[in-house]
């Protein structure tokens, strides 16, 4: 169990261009999530994978948000036409099973600055 | 919706003392679970303590408990001998499908 790896830990962008994270969860876990986090605020959920499927996504997640987790293993989030509003720290965590009493485990955060 | 809410951005502490965070939460569920969550300056969250919202026991792990109120929707966050080691964001958790965070209160703790 290596934990929750997220690449890049940075990433400088020029605005309007396209970015995209990438989230390896703990081995066997099901559930993998992402959230924003800017400075000094909580994290804030955007969505969530059971497996392979999508469940849910946060009105936060705007069109020019994606994510995927094609096999149910890794994940990435893509951010098209990045905005100044975007820079803030992408964390990505996962839980075992279907939820429940499982915390989630969390990765050290992708944090992009938009300039 | 869950909401989750911490009135308290910042706190401080003498070391050796103890300190209470407060959360409050509000929810329709009956079955759910809470979480307090301390995140250090290099940003990695880590679990603090979890309780289960059927237990009426507070949950206890080691230097840190909880006073749990279900009725109040209240979900407090006791130090005991605070160490400059716990510095750092501490952030309430509710656990449904997704976990909501509260906005984070900021640890500080005098030498």
């Known amino acids: 169990d290596t934990g929750v790896s997220q690449n890049p830990r940075h990433k400088i962008t020029k605005r309007g261009q396209n970015v995209t994270f990438r989230c390896d969860p703990i081995?066997?876990?099901?559930?993998l999530y992402w959230y924003r986090q800017t400075l000094g605020q909580g994290p804030e959920f955007l969505t969530y994978?059971?497996?392979?499927?999508?469940?849910?996504k946060s009105r936060l997640l705007s069109d020019r948000f994606s994510a995927e987790r094609p096999k149910g293993s890794f994940s990435t989030l893509e951010i098209q036409r990045t905005e100044q509003g975007d820079s803030a720290m992408y964390l990505c965590?996962?839980?075992?099973?279907?939820?429940?009493?499982?915390?989630?485990?969390f990765g050290n955060g992708t944090r992009l600055t938009v300039t | 919706a869950q909401t989750v809410t911490q009135s308290q951005p910042e706190m401080s502490v003498q070391e050796a003392e103890t300190v209470t965070l407060s959360c409050t939460y509000d929810?329709?569920?009956?079955?759910?679970?809470l979480f307090w969550y301390k995140q250090p300056p290099s940003r990695q969250m880590i679990l603090v303590i979890r309780?289960?919202?059927?237990?009426?026991q507070n949950a206890t792990e080691n230097r840190f408990s909880v006073n749990f109120q279900k009725a109040a929707k209240s979900f407090s966050l006791k130090i005991s001998d605070s160490q400059l080691g716990d510095a750092a964001m501490y952030f309430c958790?509710?656990?449904?499908?997704?976990?909501?965070f509260g906005k984070g209160t900021r640890l500080h703790i005098l030498p």
């Open positions: 081995s066997e876990h099901n559930r």
């Open positions: 958790a509710y656990r449904g499908d997704k976990i909501i």
């Open positions: 994978f059971q497996n392979e499927a999508q469940l849910e």
């Open positions: 929810t329709s569920e009956s079955d759910y679970y």
């Open positions: 309780q289960e919202a059927y237990k009426q």
């Open positions: 965590a996962s839980s075992p099973g279907t939820g429940g009493k499982s915390p989630l485990h």
